[in-house]
């Protein structure tokens, strides 16, 4: 299935939660144009999201992602013409 979104979590550090939250909002927001979201647990403070094979954030050279930052990139990338509603809106204050 097509598009794939992964997002590589620390099991070290507890961040299943935090990859979690981020899949269930992004799966809500796609629910049609998503074809998968898969946790990938790894060691060693990983945090990184990948949409079909490209890096969209990484958390050691970013920081963790906010919701509406990441929101609009996999939109860019997935459903460009699509608006996010408010995430639009707050984006442009």
């Not at 490209?54 to 929101?71: A, I, M, T, Y």
């Amino acid at each position: 299935m097509s598009p794939r979104l992964e997002i590589n979590y620390c099991t070290q550090c507890r961040w299943l939660l935090r990859a979690a939250w981020l899949a269930q909002e992004l799966l809500t927001t796609f629910e049609a144009e998503l074809g998968e979201v898969a946790l990938v647990p790894g060691t060693g403070g990983v945090f990184r999201i990948v949409l079909d094979g490209e890096l969209l954030w990484d958390r050691k050279e970013r920081g963790f992602p906010e919701l509406p930052v990441l929101k609009r990139l996999v939109r860019d990338r997935i459903a460009p013409d699509r608006s996010l509603g408010h995430t639009d809106r707050a984006a442009g204050s």
